[in-house]
């Protein structure tokens, strides 16, 4: 199958891409040199996947995400400055530090939760798409989670009652072949997730994650169906989560040659590649990351002045009315 | 004699009055819609034909999914109700009722919200047993970001219910099904009971009995029962079960000296304990008798009649309680 793509899209995919990966290297670097001291949830080797479907999405467009949703908020537009300082816990982060990376919510990016209970982002979603349906606003919702989470009872709850309604909703799931430590064919029995959307009635669609044109296209697919009113898509993204479960975690569970393959794979300079045979400059490419660098430092600036929280947080936002002392 | 109406038609009302004014009402839930008889106890009746099955969606069996898609349509402005048909089965539902609706607005920073309303019967007394009849009240009392909302009548559930919606903190609201039939005397359209004020439902002079729910009824007979042996109690009905109206309840142990507190749930770790504790800590020394509970069995509840009565906190037991602290010596 040939794969055509707009080159303004295909320079926008890189620019998410690359935004994702130089604030995962940011963060990793922060920890290492104990600048930062946060449970962390690394996205390394998932970067394109959600860089290239949310290329494919409207700002205002809704999102739903996992703790490990880095990369989902950030190629949605989640802003630099508030998301480095979420991530750090100080008050000038998206939610004042009362999120953390968990939790990062940002409706003017679309990001309405985080969730860090893995699976339970996809009823969510489909409230949000049911919104939309009622309104006739146009807007579609996605949701992003991993293999590891298509085994609880939420994911077959949403997605039979998404296709019974025909909700504008993309469940997109991002194979990284780990539920935590569970390698993929510890945990499923089914060969792949997409099968799953069958016995829903569902569409659904299994694609290399890592394909930026294919990826986007899929995606793109799948919006235009929703906002058609054709109803739910269930993507399956094949990608691979090339760390541990979190930062720092020991992965010797993820079989040596297992991580060979992955490296092979690395979604980081198969994109370049991309790039550079669709006559992108190497000095173009190179002048994207430079700038993206330096909005990365410019956050993590950010992120260490701002102000811890004070102890009256803690009365605030339980209910709309600020609680007693 | 002014008009009448019952628990049933009074929320079926206040549902009605909120979705008329407000395109982002809708109703969630198994059964609601007309196709499948509008509920199971008929609470939404007649709304699917005002409104559409778009805003009254009948659902699969589903809890985690009605809960789940009220959160999100919350999320994005709408005012959601979600029918649990019966409180047991909020225990399919409890994570995203526990972890999202009750914890979005703080772990957003306020940028977020989830006004939605979980509507949910329960009751002991009519054999359902065990897996068909809790009060898990304290439960969700215990969850910070929720508010828990009983009526004991059809007037404060129609205001409460009004209040409940326009809320924009998720409210779990209980209806009890042995009090579906009460007949109020109608408040009329656009009746609300802010939520957070307790009732005074009968004035008294040497004890309160504290209560909410059907319990009402029972403290209301035991309170008549004893002004006939010249002890004088006082009823507080609190409606709003969390956050409780601490003032009203203060100032009526105060004032009595002597505080029951009565529910259906069962005693051990209830709302009760929290109600007692707060009261020693605000008056010890003031009270004329040690604050006591009472509440259902510490067991599962039974199905067979005999059985249930003997569950449910007893008539002679409340009395008795009352009589004992007026009689307390120290």
């Known amino acids: 199958m040939t794969e055509t793509i707009d080159r303004d899209k295909l320079r926008d995919i890189y620019t998410r891409t690359m935004r994702v990966a130089r604030a995962d290297e940011k963060f990793r670097s922060l920890l290492m040199t104990g600048k930062l001291a946060v449970i962390y949830y690394t996205v390394r080797g998932q970067e394109l996947v959600s860089a290239a479907a949310m290329a494919a999405l409207e700002q205002d467009d809704y999102l739903v995400t996992t703790y490990r949703g880095q990369h989902d908020q950030i190629a949605k537009g989640v802003p630099l400055n508030p998301l480095f300082a979420e991530i750090a816990g100080k008050v000038g982060g998206t939610c004042r530090g009362k999120g953390g990376s968990m939790h990062i919510t940002h409706p003017d990016s679309g990001v309405m939760v985080t969730t860090g209970v893995v699976g339970s982002g996809l009823p969510i979603a489909n409230g949000l798409a049911l919104a939309s349906q009622n309104r006739g606003d146009g807007k579609v919702t996605i949701v992003c989670f991993g293999d590891g989470a298509t085994n609880i009872g939420a994911f077959h709850e949403a997605m039979n009652m998404a296709q019974l309604w025909k909700l504008p909703v993309i469940f997109l799931c991002q194979n990284n072949r780990y539920g935590e430590h569970t390698a993929f064919a510890d945990h499923t029995k089914v060969d792949s997730i997409v099968t799953r959307a069958k016995a829903y009635g569902m569409e659904g669609v299994k694609v290399d994650g890592n394909d930026a044109i294919l990826m986007y296209n899929t995606t793109k697919a799948a919006v235009d169906r929703a906002r058609a009113g054709e109803g739910p898509t269930l993507i399956e993204a094949m990608c691979y989560r090339m760390m541990g479960h979190f930062f720092g975690a020991d992965f010797s569970y993820m079989p040596k040659e297992h991580l060979a393959e992955m490296a092979a794979e690395d979604p980081l300079p198969r994109l370049r590649q991309l790039m550079l045979d669709h006559q992108f400059s190497e000095a173009e490419l190179d002048a994207i990351v430079a700038d993206l660098d330096v909005q990365m430092d410019a956050a993590a600036e950010f992120a260490a002045n701002s102000p811890l929280p004070g102890p009256e947080e803690i009365r605030k936002d339980v209910f709309e009315e600020e609680i007693a002392a | ?330």
């Open chain 2, 1 to 330: 004699m002014s008009a009448q109406i019952t628990v049933t038609q009074a929320i079926n009302r206040a549902i009605d009055e909120a979705m008329a004014e407000d395109e982002g009402v809708i109703l969630l839930g198994e059964d609601v819609a007309a196709k499948q008889g509008g509920g199971v106890f008929k609470i939404s009746a007649g709304l699917t034909e005002k409104y559409g099955e778009n805003r009254v969606r009948a659902t699969p069996i589903s809890e985690q999914a009605i809960v789940g898609a009220c959160v999100g349509a919350a999320l994005a402005g709408f005012r959601p109700i979600a029918e649990i048909m019966l409180m047991n089965f909020v225990t399919v539902a409890m994570d995203q009722i526990v972890n999202h609706a009750a914890k979005l607005r703080f772990m957003s920073g306020g940028q977020t919200h989830v006004p939605l309303v979980l509507r949910t019967t329960t009751g002991v007394g009519v054999g359902f047993g065990g897996q068909h009849s809790d009060m898990l009240e304290a439960w969700f009392a215990h969850v910070p970001g929720l508010k828990v909302v009983t009526p004991s009548n059809a007037a404060d559930a129609q205001g409460l219910m009004r209040a409940a919606i326009a809320c924009n903190d998720p409210v779990i609201f209980i209806e009890n099904i042995l009090c579906y039939g009460l007949k109020s005397d109608d408040p009329g359209p656009g009746h609300i009971v802010p939520l957070g004020k307790a009732a005074v439902t009968r004035e008294g002079s040497d004890c309160s009995i504290i209560t909410y729910g059907r319990t009402v009824l029972d403290a209301l007979e035991i309170a008549e029962r004893l002004a006939g042996e010249g002890i004088s109690v006082e009823v507080i009905d609190l409606r709003t079960i969390a956050p409780y109206d601490e003032a009203t309840v203060t100032a009526s142990v105060e004032k009595t000296g002597r505080a029951l507190v009565l529910h259906e749930a069962v005693k051990q770790y209830g709302t009760g304990a929290e109600i007692a504790s707060r009261l020693n800590e605000k008056l010890f020394g003031k009270l004329k008798a040690p604050v006591t509970r009472i509440g259902g069995a510490f067991s599962a509840v039974p199905m067979a009649n005999a059985l249930e009565q003997a569950w449910i906190p007893n008539k002679d037991a409340i009395a008795d309680a009352v009589r004992t602290a007026m009689n307390w010596k120290g």
